[in-house]
Structures are given as structure tokens and as C-alpha cells.
């Protein structure tokens, strides 16, 4: 099981779509039995509250379900609990690194970086651009997953030639 764990500000714009979205792409491939996937924020502001408008709104003209998700702080039992925690922008980054206690088993990762880029995750709630920002997670959550199973295969061709995992 591989878990993943998408992080934003707020937990109801970014990290929620991504939830959803990636929850749907590895649907669409059959592969829901080897993920655990949830969202997260840095802050409080928004906790209890469920996915912004805009985000249902983008969700569903693409034909993408919405998980059913209520905003929630990131803890210390996800980094325990997650194999990667994807931030949206630099500045998820950084509360999460110190939220996190520096990251000491190195699971914080920047969404586009798997993309190749090192460019953030425009927040919509600045820039009430939820088209921009769901191609910009689209992207990332592509090459995430094709990176993970990536990872995954080159896991299992070492177990099968008799290497530790």
C-alpha cells in the first residue's frame, strides 16, 4: 500500500481537488487496492469545512468525483502514518517542515517537482483561477503517479530477483 497524503493552506481548495483527482486517475487504472490517499492543511482556518465551491464546481466539469472530505490540520501521526506528503506551493513546504520536525525521513515533496518543475500550485482562493490550477494539478498528479509506479516496479523486480525490498 503505497499512502499519499496531498497538503495545502486551507484544505479546501488544492489539496482536496488533488485528493480527488488522484483518487480518480488510479481509479481509472484499477489501482485503488494499492493506495491510501487523503489531503490536509498547514493551518486551522479552515477545519470542519468542506471543499471550496470553486473546487466542486472544476471537479465536475471534468467529470472527476468529489471524495467526501471535511478540512483537518496535518499531525504528526500522518508523517508517521504517510509515505509522501505532497505540498501545493513553497510555502506548504516550509510549514510543513516545521510542523513536521524537519522532515526526518524525507517524505515532503512539492507536487510539480515530479513534473519536472519547480513552479507552486496557485492558490484559487487568491486567484480564483480553478482552471489554472487544476491543470497545474492534473499535470502533478500524473507524473506522481507514473513515478510511484515507477518506484513500485523497480520494487518488485528486486523482490523477485531475490533482493530486499
Known sequence: MIRVLFVCHGNICRSTLCESL??????????????????AATSTEEIGNSP???????????NVPLVPHRARQVTWKDYEHYDYIIGMDTWNIRN?????????????YKLLTFAGSSRDIADPWYTGDFDATYEDSYEGCTALLEHLLEQRGAQNRKFRNGEKR
Open 52 to 62: 471550496h465551491h470553486g473546487t466542486v464546481k472544476k471537479l465536475r466539469a471534468m
Open 96 to 108: 510543513l517542515n516545521r510542523m513536521l520536525k524537519g522532515d526526518p525521513q524525507q517524505k515532503i
Open 22 to 39: 488522484f483518487t480518480h486517475l488510479v481509479n481509472e487504472r484499477g489501482l485503488s487496492d494499492l493506495f491510501e490517499i487523503d489531503s
